[in-house]
């Protein structure tokens, strides 16, 4: 009934009162009907029974009649039928006829008048088919826009055309229409704004205005989007006729825009022309673009914009969208500068920058920044998100109003690069969300030189967008107009809607991948249309003189001016002779550092804590701190085990990390814990959010109810991302140094879909960008029978990219020493045996005076060892972090009876124990384990090797040789010992891979560790060594016959055979 009474109220035929309304406002009388449209011109009753007083008759009757006609008189029938049918007023109604013998033939020769009028069915069946033929501009109608500047290619890769968009009148003839139906009046639907003011148009205007809302320099994709709200409002910003104007004013400032991006192109080519600058030739429209952006998103409130780009117009978004100083950028370009600070640098076009400033358009102030990035593209989208993520954090800014992100793409790595996937899924998830992001890409239809239609299998580059429901829109960047109000438009959805948008500028690459390159090797049809392209300030300046706008001395002027800002900035240029890479640091923390950017000190305070500090966090970590939540059974045995561990004045792993993150918690300091399954724990060891076993959905988070003014603990299972979701977390570290930013591998042996994260940006940032960072990653890692891809988190990789001389004998008599190696290093790599150590080295990061990135080799097995316990004792204050905890034992109360001193690090401790206390060996053999590997504990490892003077040294690890420590700790051990004695190599041997429990139990055997002798090893693959020299014995664990431990670690008779046989050994 409620589709009758619609159709009913708009096929209601007009009072006189009505028609006389309509008449005086000289436009459509007629609410939106199926019919053509009717406009009555004689202020008169057009039906002699219609009045106020019998609608609701003629209302009743018209229902009755759609249900059934014959359900009413012959005369209704009539009526009805000829409204329908649109006949004019007035002669719709025939009056009835007298009862007569007459009277039939009488109504049998009324019955031609409705058959001469159109058919019901056949308004219906036209109206539907311009409904689908608006619907049809909507959905494709970007696949016919002229985007491409050059006119030489299709920016969908597809010059078909599709079938139901009206190219021709013949195609007229898909929707049921032809020719003759072109001046058809019919009335629009409400899912378009094409009619502005007008609710009916004829046909051939329909298809006009869709033309130009749809197949123009604009393409518009939206109409995926499953939100009616969202398709309605681009609609109407893009269907609305004459919505896309611009004042003179804003056209002269388009145009000033332009010949800043254009002429410091110029500029650049006229002085440097043999350097690569990636320069923006091709797409000058960027740089308004940007700026629209920018100065829109602050009208609407944005008081921070956080940025990431590729290279190429990197130089040219400094200069005139971030406003660095013109001379800074030029001096970049002389080889000839020093470097004033540490570390590498980079190229220029690599570099970030940070500003504050008044916007000149909304008169309000600004802060932008441009993340630094490295060659990688897209790399840095995650960081930008993470680090806009941030700042809305500390501004408390929950809904995205005053801190935004702008990101820029090639077209070619847009399509290409699975990060931008990743950073797209993480754009709506609570934890990650930076509520909505403005994309640009830049699109050369190239990339280096590769053809598009090689590059991608998606029509467009920004396809990938879709699965967000993020509108695209497309835009011929030839046209500054349609680039200003689209970007206008991205704006204020991001505004609206807080979700992401995307912004296609198809433009061309005026030279190739870089200025040194010759496109005409691969692209020869296309440069040869580029080089007959006119630059797009020319185009604009001729069209804007055409129209009176400017006049063409106004624009030689503004040229003459810009040339002269950039001449000027350039002499100033050659007084520097230093090149400051701090003046290029895209996340500052003022306060932190000294004005020179110094540490304020070079002193660690103690890590310890009070016992009742410890006793607090112990006691809520093993509680629920809320009313009426029920915990699951297994979950609750679990706490009561922590609080009998606090009882006991102990603390195991989990409760460890508790009260590290507790303590800095009150002091202030706010954590972030993210990474896969980190709420509760790959081991189910964690449970730092509790789930309420009746209720969906309701959570409790311990953490936050420990002290009443303690900073926010945000934990949060994150997408299944590595590459993503570290490079987030790397951007939300760069915030602010007052943060504990943690990243956890599900396994440890995941980070590698991340290394370019961990290889671009966390080992080398302070060298290339001066930045700090003091993110921390947790690799859980052990070699425990769970297979070759959960077991190793391969610290062999992250200690061969640390910056330290394996064969530099530091001073060892320097103040602060361990401070001072924590500074110069790039990272620190630790692998503790102890919770206690864990607690320190994760409090230390916070405490110390600068930051760098942490790798903690988290251990599986250990999360639950009996033996991996710690007092509080050793926690308290005065206590600090062990970089080496050395033999405290039988062994070292008799150190000159020792025979042999082992090295480890982590887990394989426990089991070296157990096995040389199971064959009474512990005053013979000491060990000694090595926490923190980098930096390298020279002082603490001499003081060790001097205390066992008849020792014979060796390392101990389960990894393979050419795997785990081996290769960072020998050369470093034989320098600190002068090269005086050789190291060798023994390793644990482990049951079959893949074989035993996911979690291994601390009491599961171990075979007895085997040695690696000198040569080539293949133990990797085959547990076996070369044979001996001639006439030696082989060495103890030879081949797959296990060894004896007590041989292993007492026998030296190994290693005089091999020296008086006068072979050089590969581990001297």
């Known amino acids: 009934m409620f589709h009758l009474r619609t159709c009913a109220a708009k096929l209601r035929p007009l009072t006189a009162s009505q028609t006389v309304k309509t008449f005086s406002q000289n436009r459509p009388a007629a609410a939106r009907t199926l019919g053509q449209i009717r406009c009555f011109t004689t202020p008169v009753a057009a039906e002699p029974f219609l009045s106020g007083t019998s609608s609701n008759y003629v209302e009743e009757m018209y229902y009755a009649w759609l249900e059934n006609p014959k359900s009413v008189h012959k005369s209704w029938d009539i009526f009805f039928r000829n409204t329908n049918a649109g006949a004019p007023p007035g002669t719709a109604y025939q009056s009835p006829l007298p009862l007569s013998p007459g009277s039939l033939s009488a109504m049998a020769r009324a019955q031609p008048l409705v058959a001469a009028q159109p058919n019901v069915d056949k308004l219906v069946e036209d109206h539907l088919a311009v409904q689908s033929l608006i619907r049809a501009y909507q959905i494709r109608g970007h696949h016919v826009a002229q985007l491409d500047p050059l006119g030489i290619l299709d920016a969908d890769l597809d010059s078909s055309v599709p079938a139901d968009i009206i190219s021709s009148t013949d195609k007229l003839g898909f929707y049921g229409l032809d020719e003759s139906d072109l001046d058809k009046v019919f009335h629009l639907p409400t899912t378009t704004f094409i009619g502005g003011q007008e609710s009916a148009l004829p046909l051939r205007e329909i298809i006009r205005r869709l033309e130009m809302a749809y197949c123009q320099h604009i393409g518009v994709e939206f109409m995926f989007i499953n939100d009616l709200e969202q398709c309605q409002w681009i609609r109407q910003k893009f269907e609305t006729p004459g919505i896309m104007q611009f004042t003179n004013e804003e056209k002269r400032t388009l145009l000033a825009r332009l010949v800043r991006s254009t002429r410091f192109e110029d500029f650049l080519q006229r002085k440097w022309s043999s350097e690569k600058r990636f320069g923006l030739e091709g797409c000058e429209v960027l740089i308004p673009a940007l700026k629209t952006i920018i100065d829109k998103s602050s009208e609407n409130g944005v008081d921070y914009v956080i940025m990431g780009m590729p290279h190429r117009g990197r130089l040219n978004v400094l200069a005139n969208v971030i406003r660095k100083e013109l001379e800074q950028i030029f001096c970049q370009f002389d080889s000839k500068l020093e470097a004033a600070d540490e570390g590498s640098g980079d190229v220029k076009y690599h570099l970030g920058m940070y500003h504050r400033r008044i916007n000149r358009v909304t008169d309000r102030n600004i802060t932008l920044s441009l993340v630094a990035n490295p060659s990688h593209l897209e790399a840095a989208d995650p960081v930008v998100m993470g680090k806009t993520k941030a700042e809305q954090f500390y501004c408390g800014d929950t809904e995205g109003k005053k801190v935004m992100s702008i990101l820029l793409h090639g077209d070619a790595a847009f399509a290409g690069q699975g990060i931008v996937y990743e950073t797209f899924h993480l754009s709506d998830l609570p934890s990650y969300t930076t509520h909505g992001t403005v994309h640009v890409v830049v699109n050369n239809q190239i990339g280096f030189t590769t053809d598009p239609r090689m590059a991608r299998s998606s029509p467009y580059p920004t396809d990938v967008a879709r699965v967000v429901n993020a509108p695209i829109f497309h835009v011929n960047s030839d046209d500054p107009e349609a680039v200003m109000y689209v970007c206008k438009v991205a704006a204020?959805?991001?505004?609206?809607?807080?979700?992401?948008?995307?912004?296609?500028?198809?433009?061309?690459?005026?030279?190739?991948?870089?200025?040194?390159?010759?496109?005409?090797?691969?692209?020869?049809?296309?440069?040869?249309?580029?080089?007959?392209?006119?630059?797009?300030?020319?185009?604009?300046?001729?069209?804007?003189?055409?129209?009176?706008?400017?006049?063409?001395?106004?624009?030689?002027?503004?040229?003459?001016?810009?040339?002269?800002?950039?001449?000027?900035?350039?002499?100033?240029?050659?007084?520097?002779?230093?090149?400051?890479?701090?003046?290029?640091?895209?996340?500052?923390?003022?306060?932190?550092?000294?004005?020179?950017?110094?540490?304020?000190?070079?002193?660690?305070?103690?890590?310890?804590?009070?016992?009742?500090?410890?006793?607090?966090?112990?006691?809520?970590?093993?509680?629920?701190?809320?009313?009426?939540?029920?915990?699951?059974?297994?979950?609750?045995?679990?706490?009561?085990?922590?609080?009998?561990?606090?009882?006991?004045?102990?603390?195991?792993?989990?409760?460890?990390?508790?009260?590290?993150?507790?303590?800095?918690?009150?002091?202030?300091?706010?954590?972030?814990?993210?990474?896969?399954?980190?709420?509760?724990?790959?081991?189910?060891?964690?449970?730092?959010?509790?789930?309420?076993?009746?209720?969906?959905?309701?959570?409790?988070?311990?953490?936050?109810?420990?002290?009443?003014?303690?900073?926010?603990?945000?934990?949060?299972?994150?997408?299944?991302?590595?590459?993503?979701?570290?490079?987030?977390?790397?951007?939300?570290?760069?915030?602010?140094?007052?943060?504990?930013?943690?990243?956890?591998?599900?396994?440890?042996?995941?980070?590698?879909?991340?290394?370019?994260?961990?290889?671009?940006?966390?080992?080398?940032?302070?060298?290339?960008?001066?930045?700090?960072?003091?993110?921390?990653?947790?690799?859980?890692?052990?070699?425990?029978?769970?297979?070759?891809?959960?077991?190793?988190?391969?610290?062999?990789?992250?200690?061969?990219?640390?910056?330290?001389?394996?064969?530099?004998?530091?001073?060892?008599?320097?103040?602060?020493?361990?401070?001072?190696?924590?500074?110069?290093?790039?990272?620190?790599?630790?692998?503790?045996?102890?919770?206690?150590?864990?607690?320190?080295?994760?409090?230390?990061?916070?405490?110390?005076?600068?930051?760098?990135?942490?790798?903690?080799?988290?251990?599986?097995?250990?999360?639950?060892?009996?033996?991996?316990?710690?007092?509080?004792?050793?926690?308290?204050?005065?206590?600090?972090?062990?970089?080496?905890?050395?033999?405290?034992?039988?062994?070292?109360?008799?150190?000159?009876?020792?025979?042999?001193?082992?090295?480890?690090?982590?887990?394989?401790?426990?089991?070296?124990?157990?096995?040389?206390?199971?064959?009474?060996?512990?005053?013979?053999?000491?060990?000694?384990?090595?926490?923190?590997?980098s930096p390298f504990p020279f002082d603490l490892l001499l003081q060790e090797v001097q205390k066992y003077p008849n020792a014979e040294l060796a390392w101990c690890q389960e990894e393979h040789k050419n795997q785990g420590y081996y290769d960072y700790v020998k050369p470093r051990l034989r320098t600190t010992i002068n090269r005086a004695k050789p190291v060798w190599c023994v390793r644990t041997r482990r049951a079959a891979v893949g074989a035993g429990p996911s979690v291994a139990s601390p009491s599961r055997p171990l075979s007895p560790p085997q040695v690696c002798r000198p040569g080539p090893c293949r133990c990797s693959s085959h547990w076996q060594q070369e044979d001996p020299p001639h006439g030696a014995a082989a060495p103890p664990g030879h081949g797959l016959r296990p060894g004896r431990l007590q041989e292993l670690l007492v026998d030296s008779a190994w290693a005089t055979a091999l020296h008086s046989h006068g072979r050089p050994s590969l581990l001297n």
């Open 492 to 933: 204020e959805w991001r505004s609206t809607f807080h979700k992401d948008v995307v912004v296609d500028l198809v433009c061309y690459r005026r030279n190739g991948h870089n200025e040194m390159d010759e496109p005409m090797f691969t692209q020869p049809l296309m440069y040869k249309q580029i080089r007959k392209q006119k630059p797009v300030l020319q185009k604009y300046a001729e069209l804007l003189v055409s129209q009176g706008v400017v006049n063409q001395p106004e624009y030689e002027e503004e040229i003459s001016k810009y040339d002269k800002i950039c001449e000027e900035a350039f002499t100033r240029s050659k007084d520097e002779k230093i090149l400051h890479i701090k003046h290029w640091l895209d996340s500052p923390w003022p306060g932190f550092f000294t004005l020179d950017g110094q540490p304020r000190s070079m002193t660690c305070p103690s890590t310890g804590l009070t016992e009742d500090i410890l006793t607090h966090i112990g006691n809520v970590a093993s509680s629920v701190p809320v009313e009426n939540f029920t915990i699951h059974g297994g979950l609750s045995r679990i706490l009561k085990t922590r609080g009998e561990l606090v009882k006991n004045r102990t603390v195991d792993w989990a409760l460890a990390e508790y009260m590290a993150f507790g303590s800095l918690l009150k002091e202030g300091i706010h954590i972030r814990l993210s990474g896969q399954d980190v709420e509760r724990g790959t081991f189910s060891h964690r449970h730092h959010v509790l789930h309420d076993q009746n209720v969906d959905k309701k959570t409790c988070i311990p953490m936050n109810h420990l002290w009443p003014n303690q900073a926010p603990y945000t934990v949060c299972n994150s997408s299944l991302s590595e590459y993503g979701v570290l490079g987030f977390e790397l951007g939300f570290a760069m915030a602010s140094p007052n943060a504990l930013v943690l990243w956890e591998a599900q396994f440890g042996d995941f980070h590698n879909t991340a290394q370019c994260i961990i290889d671009q940006f966390i080992c080398p940032g302070q060298a290339k960008w001066v930045r700090q960072n003091g993110i921390v990653l947790l690799l859980p890692h052990g070699m425990e029978g769970m297979g070759p891809e959960h077991s190793s988190a391969r610290p062999e990789r992250f200690l061969q990219m640390c910056n330290d001389d394996p064969d530099v004998l530091p001073n060892l008599e320097e103040a602060n020493f361990d401070i001072n190696q924590l500074y110069d290093c790039n990272w620190v790599v630790v692998n503790c045996s102890t919770p206690g150590n864990f607690f320190h080295v994760l409090r230390r990061q916070i405490l110390l005076p600068f930051r760098k990135p942490l790798i903690i080799f988290t251990p599986k097995s250990l999360l639950r060892h009996p033996e991996a316990r710690t007092s509080f004792d050793e926690m308290l204050s005065g206590t600090h972090f062990q970089r080496v905890i050395p033999e405290d034992g039988l062994a070292a109360q008799n150190p000159e009876n020792v025979k042999r001193l082992l090295f480890c690090t982590g887990k394989v401790y426990y089991d070296l124990t157990r096995e040389r206390k199971a064959r009474g060996m512990e005053e013979q053999v000491a060990i000694t384990r090595i926490e923190q590997l």
